[in-house]
């Protein structure tokens, strides 16, 4: 089992600036790089405060010179909002800066708030297309020259300029919930990363199983990998009540996730407000108490209990999400306390760094 963090810059008020925001995020990346995880995340989000990141190339690429050994995970980009020759050439160009250590998630969006600023007319259900579409030009770029006449996109002759570090080619991720996109990933030799967001550790064994069954559908030379990604926060066993302020910050970021992904207010200066807590009445997993034991929340006992779990299904990447509309020193103690605590109860194997 490996470590990784997943993490943004997110503005919930305009009392903290974005350059103390991105402070905030590459302290957290060093912590995570010094604690022995295996990757930093940064995904990919049109003007939201709430998830700044236009762009995770040029984040990923200022913490390449900041750090030496964790690997710099593109998680997810958009498959409609990227050209595939622009794809393959940032991918392949973040690969060099960092001497060979990038990631590269793709996805195939979920925001119809972004779609209709990004692309508009397109549906957001219609994005997987598009990354069926950029995953295979991508590499056939990386390679060399390649020209390409799809549905979507149509180029001559072209390459990736530069080509990357990592060879025969970086390895990708594709974000997978549905059988189809298991399936696509696992047939095109991608590494898969699953997010069970609000629902319990039955939705990671349905998750496992789909990814299982794509194995067997199509078997590979080198079975592809898993990674969970889930909202997680430690607190101290001397706290009982540690539980109670993570979990309402996971509401509230559920609450303005569901705002956004409603689409039905339009932004004031990139700021939305959470969806009112009286539209999710009889919705029991938006309370804290469920959030408490849906999302990874507990003491260091109880989440190295959960995180074995998810290590004898099979998952071979733990991904700390970090956003959760806490205070930076919340997330700061927080993540001390799964370096210090969780981290070593699996560094045998956690010690090696993800295989190019």
Known sequence: MRFSLFVHMERWDESTTHEQ???????????????????VWIGEHHAMEYTISPNPMPQLAYLAARTTKIRLGA??????????????????????????????????????IEFDRMVPGLSARD???HLRELVPAVRKLWHGDYAHDGEIWQFPTATSVPKPVQQPAPP????????G???????????????????????????????????????????????????????SPDDPEGWRPAAEGINRFYRTFD???????????????PSPESKFEGRDEFSPESL????????????????RHYESLGVDEYSFWIDNSLTHEQKRASLELFINEVVPAFTPVNAEAAPA
């Open 259 to 273: 705002a956004w992904f409603g689409n039905q207010t339009a932004p004031r200066n990139g700021f939305l407000e």
């Open 172 to 179: 990708i991720w594709i974000a997978a919930r549905d059988q």
């Open 21 to 39: 925001t991105f402070q905030n995020l590459t302290e957290l990346a060093l912590m995570a790089e010094a604690g022995g995880f295996g990757t």
């Open 127 to 129: 994005g997987g297309q």
């Open 75 to 112: 998680g997810t980009i958009i498959a409609p909002f990227w050209n595939p020759i622009r794809a393959a050439g940032e991918a392949a160009l973040l690969d060099v800066i960092s001497g060979g250590r990038a990631e590269i998630g793709i996805a195939r969006g979920a925001y119809q």
């Open 181 to 235: 996109s298991h399936d696509f990933a696992v047939a095109n030799g991608c590494n898969v990363m699953v997010t069970p967001l609000m629902k319990d550790d039955g939705e990671v064994d349905d998750l496992m199983r789909k990814f299982n069954e794509a194995n067997e559908k199509f078997p590979q030379p080198e079975r592809p990998e898993l990674m969970v990604l889930r909202h997680t926060h430690v607190h």
């Open 292 to 307: 408490h034991r849906t999302a990874m929340i507990g003491t260091p006992t109880e989440v190295i209990e959960r995180i």
